[in-house]
């Protein structure tokens, strides 16, 4: 993969000269259609070896185009904050938006290849993280993406002469410091893992560019044609509607159970056993929270429910067993402008807590295949796709050691119908109930269906669904508690 990249490529001045300011201008009116457009961000990764001229590239494309419109980032070593959160999330928080340009000098791949280049992970532990890889930016690409990668590459030989140049020039010197002289000095290691990465993750909709980056003249045009032929081609697409895709059926067993109409929404707590169990509860939560070992976990609830099954009074119930400096409480509603620019997770990924710290998720990233679904927002193919980019949300938080607790509040129809016209009649509910919160009841069904496929394709070890009865107040509020416990009581 790499040979070609040596064979020592090189453009004279008059040609670069002739040929440059042609493709500035076309990649500022190119960059000047997408940011006016809209329609798809476009991310850019910049890696290779050291010497090959990436940061002149980073700082050539600036140059080149609107650096107003460019957000560029350099992901060195994580800082204390990103530590404290998966691996994913200092990308996810930095992705562009749609109209935008990022460039990421570094990015998902080069931990993985450090790290088994050093031998501190094993074959298989690497072979997980390109799988990883291809499914975080398949999902970038389903989301409208424009992805371009570029691997600047040098032949052992030839990085030795860069550094050696860089080193002997006192205005370059400071780029060159003994971590490079070490890495040149595990070359061909270096080049066995990233080939080998770069094989792997090298996909139609997020393709490997690797550039010979000897001569900046040749690397500067190839980048930048590239980059403007890639542009061309993806404005030049005309949006066509979301694609209806056929969902596979969904097997419950011989007798077709449905998960929620299974639950005996019967079960309640007299007022007075409510009471007792709840400060015990609380008081065990409250504990758990304080314990040594807490300190390296965080947590993410989730409640998901019908309208008025009691998500709101269980939050408060929890919440008041905690410190109010280590919890925050996210109300999810339709989404922002700002959001609606970036990919489906992205703005729940913004909230993933620092160790230490609760976040409880009043509604969640399952709105994609629940209200999203049944209500039209989104075509078939994203909610259906969604299954597996949730299950893989979820498996890195719990990877990186955070609790994730999954609640579906179930009430009956008739519950919802006693609950709604309660709220309509006293003044200080009133503000609960909404037009949208009847208009949803008219989809009950639809919404059963919805709720059974979604415990059916996101139940997982890591991350499993609890079904809440809570006809019951008192009762719902009880289980939700107890769950919570018992899952931060078994992770520690």
Excluded at 27 to 38: A, G, M
Excluded at 122 to 138: M, Y
Excluded at 335 to 349: N, S, V
Aim: with cysteine.
């Amino acid at each position: 993969m790499f040979e070609s990249a040596e064979l020592g490529h090189a453009i004279d001045k008059k040609t670069y000269d002739r040929a440059e300011p042609k493709l500035r201008e076309e990649l500022l009116e190119l960059q000047s259609t997408v940011l006016e457009t809209k329609r798809f961000p476009v991310l850019i990764i910049i890696g290779g070896v050291d010497g090959a001229g990436k940061g002149e590239t980073v700082n050539l494309l600036n140059e080149w185009m609107d650096p107003r419109h460019i957000e560029t980032h350099a992901f060195g070593d994580a800082s204390d904050e990103e530590r404290e959160r998966p691996a994913i999330w200092r990308f996810w928080r930095a992705l562009p938006p749609k109209g935008k340009i990022g460039i990421f000098f570094g990015a998902w791949h080069s931990e993985p290849i450090l790290d088994r280049v050093l031998a501190n992970t094993k074959a298989n532990d690497f072979e997980r993280s390109l799988e990883e890889i291809l499914r975080f930016e398949q999902m970038l690409a389903n989301e409208g993406a424009l992805i371009l990668k570029f691997w600047f590459h040098l032949s052992k030989a030839m990085q030795r002469k860069r550094l050696k140049a860089l080193e002997k020039d006192g205005t370059t010197r400071w780029r060159v410091g003994k971590e490079d002289w070490a890495r040149l000095a595990m070359y061909q290691r270096f080049r066995k893992v990233s080939e080998r990465a770069l094989r792997e993750t090298s996909t139609a909709h997020a393709p490997w560019t690797v550039v010979e980056g000897l001569d900046p003249r040749y690397r500067s045009l190839t980048v930048g044609r590239i980059l403007r032929d890639a542009l061309k081609k993806r404005l030049a697409i005309k949006e066509a509607p979301p694609q209806k895709v056929s969902a596979p059926p969904i097997v419950r067993g011989v007798d077709d159970a449905n998960v929620i109409r299974a639950l005996d929404l019967g079960l309640a707590v007299p007022r007075k056993e409510y009471e007792q169990k709840l400060a015990k509860l609380q008081a065990r939560l409250a504990l758990l929270s304080r314990h040594p070992r807490f300190k390296e976990r965080a947590v993410v609830v989730a409640f998901e429910g019908n309208d008025a099954a009691g998500k709101g009074g269980t939050i408060r119930r929890i919440t008041s067993a905690l410190d109010a400096r280590f919890y925050t409480v996210v109300a999810v509603a339709a989404p922002t402008e700002e959001e609606r620019a970036q990919p489906y997770l992205w703005r729940f990924w913004r909230h993933v807590p620092r160790r230490g710290r609760f976040t409880l998720f009043d509604r969640s990233w399952y709105g994609r295949v629940l209200v999203e679904r049944v209500e039209g927002f989104a075509g078939e193919a994203d909610w259906m796709r969604a299954y597996s980019e949730i299950n893989d949300f979820e498996e890195h938080l719990s990877r990186h050691g955070l609790i994730v607790c999954k609640l579906w509040l179930a009430v009956s129809k008739e519950e919802q119908l006693k609950r709604f016209q309660e709220r309509e009649a006293t003044g200080f509910k009133r503000f609960k109930i909404t037009p949208e919160d009847w208009r949803n009841r008219k989809k009950w069904d639809a919404y059963e269906t919805a709720v059974c496929d979604m415990v059916d394709r996101t139940s997982t070890d890591v991350a499993p669904w609890t079904l809440v009865e809570a006809n019951d107040k008192y009762y719902a509020r009880l289980k939700a508690l107890r769950t919570l416990c018992d899952r931060i009581e078994s992770a520690l």
